[in-house]
């Protein structure tokens, strides 16, 4: 069973600083959101993890599923927000407008934190780049807001371990900010496939390849003879590092991974510069 260790230590890949880092007992207020949608029950979950971790706890969450719609904001039609309990909002809008109608509208005073999730589903690898879940925590990030996207895999949908993540994530969320992350940074958690007696530890990972290899069309013909189409992602196995997040949730540990907007290739950057003016170069 996952016990919180110190030896976790995010020096490795980023700066703590001060506004993000300090052992905190309980929040002022936390804001939660989703991709799964406001009834989804990965967000019932979340509810009562951020209930043990702040004082006041806000839903702003899609009225609908928002899964696949990474870090989009609506800019061609408008936003409607519907109160449907105490501090509780169902918008219809992504998770990055869920994320901003909470910062910048809803709420009278800024989230001390905001979670995202818990997703029906792990999201590793280059599924963050797709994940509203990963995507309205990267919105809180661009906000001032130090964000946390949460996930729970599972092998059976129907079968979904929620119970993992809703006795872990407490302790998790505690044990992550009292360590701290820089601001340009979020952090995506992924808890495995496993009961809460059988999880390991808390493990600091890279974003690895993931499991998908394409994204194929599937075309089809409605009953009154229109053409329509899906998308659909193809997976497989692929090489992991020693060091990626399917691989710590492989183990049965609790991956965690910062990541940021900045995806510049450094291996690809030092290649190019040699071939290529960089703005250091003289003219």
């Not at 004082?55 to 899964?67: I, K, N």
């Not at 990030?141 to 993540?165: C, K, N, Y």
């Not at 994530?169 to 995506?188: H, K, Y």
């Amino acid at each position: 069973m996952w016990r919180p260790s110190r030896r976790l230590n995010f020096e490795r890949c980023c700066r703590p600083r001060r506004r993000h880092q300090g052992l905190i007992t309980v929040l002022d207020r936390v804001l939660l959101t989703n991709d799964d949608g406001i009834d989804a029950p990965g967000l019932a979950v979340l509810q009562e993890v951020a209930a043990e971790l702040a004082r006041e706890v806000w839903v702003v969450a899609p009225e609908h599923d928002q899964s696949g719609q990474s870090h989009a904001v609506s800019l061609h039609h408008p936003i409607r927000v519907t109160k449907q309990g105490p501090l509780r909002f169902g918008v219809t809008g992504t998770p990055g407008d869920c994320a901003v109608m909470g910062v910048r509208y809803l709420m009278p005073e800024p989230p001390s934190l905001i979670l995202s999730g818990v997703n029906r589903g792990a999201n590793l690898g280059m599924e963050t780049v797709f994940s509203g879940t990963v995507g309205g925590a990267m919105t809180g990030m661009m906000l001032g807001i130090p964000s946390i996207a949460l996930s729970q895999a599972f092998t059976d949908r129907e079968g979904v371990r929620w119970e993992t993540a809703r006795h872990l994530a407490p302790r998790v969320v505690r044990e992550l900010l009292a360590i701290g992350w820089s601001e340009d940074t979020c952090l995506n958690v992924n808890f495995p496939d496993r009961s809460v007696e059988e999880v390991g530890a808390l493990t600091l990972a890279r974003q690895g390849v993931g499991m998908i290899r394409s994204i194929d069309v599937e075309t089809r013909t409605d009953p009154r003879g229109f053409v329509y189409h899906w998308l659909a992602f193809q997976r497989g196995r692929r090489e992991q590092g020693p060091e990626s997040d399917l691989t710590a949730l492989s183990q049965g540990r609790i991956a965690v991974t910062p990541i940021r907007y900045d995806r510049t290739d450094e291996a690809a950057y030092q290649a190019l510069s040699g071939r290529l003016p960089r703005l250091s170069t003289p003219h």
